[in-house]
């Protein structure tokens, strides 16, 4: 009797001994968790990726026309901490300097763009950057154009936003429009710095 109970202990220790030597071999609690965490790691930086995508600077590419309602020229608007910078490109005008304004609506009806409006002035002020009582937030540096009649420039307004529910917004309700004048901007003249006919148009919206 004493014999068949050592033998049944030796044999419960076997067993017991067995079962410990199945579950070494599966990995510990501290052993999974890095490689877990990892995976956790990874989707946040791919959110985190998305998510700076999704809050890069908002772009609008627009199409200017001239009178004869035909493409003569394209401007990239960019939002920068500064405002909106603008990239004009423009071919077939006249060589020189041409005045270019944001104007008040987002219509170019030719032959003379009156549907655009005025410039873009929400604060009330006068035109051009040298009046003491301006300038308008949609006045702009001058656009020149060469002997060949191409023309390209890199402008900057500080006084625009493209946020729509700013009242300086150039996508504002109705949206605005990009305007090139037949003579250069005097930066001093009210309403439009003595730049004579609006000669090209671009819708912004």
């Keep these: 009797m ?6 049944g202990f030796a044999l419960l220790s076997c067993i017991v001994l067995l079962s410990g030597c199945e579950w070494s071999n599966q990995p510990t609690l501290a052993e999974r968790t890095p490689q877990h965490g990892h995976q956790v790691e990874s989707a946040a930086v791919s959110t985190a990726t998305e998510m700076a995508k999704d809050s890069g600077p908002m772009i609008k590419r627009i199409d200017i026309i001239n009178s004869k ?3 003569t020229g394209t401007a990239v608007l960019s939002s920068i901490p500064e405002g909106v910078k603008m990239q004009v490109e423009v071919t077939g005008i006249a060589p020189g300097k041409h005045g270019i304004h944001i104007h008040q609506y987002g219509v170019c009806t030719g032959p003379d763009f009156k549907t655009a409006g005025e410039h873009l002035n929400p604060e ?35 006084m625009v936003t493209l946020d729509k529910d700013k009242a300086n917004s150039l996508l504002k309700q109705g949206g605005t429009s990009l305007v090139i004048h037949e003579a250069e901007d005097d930066y001093m003249t009210d309403p439009s710095g003595n730049s004579g006919a609006r000669i090209a148009c671009g819708v912004i919206l």
């Design 2 to 7: 004493s014999r068949n109970r050592n033998r």
């Design 69 to 71: 309602g035909i493409k």
């Design 124 to 158: 009330g002020k006068k035109h051009g950057f040298n009046n003491p009582q301006g300038p308008h937030a949609g006045d702009l540096l001058n656009l020149e154009v060469g002997a060949d009649g191409k023309g390209r420039a890199e402008l900057v307004n500080k």
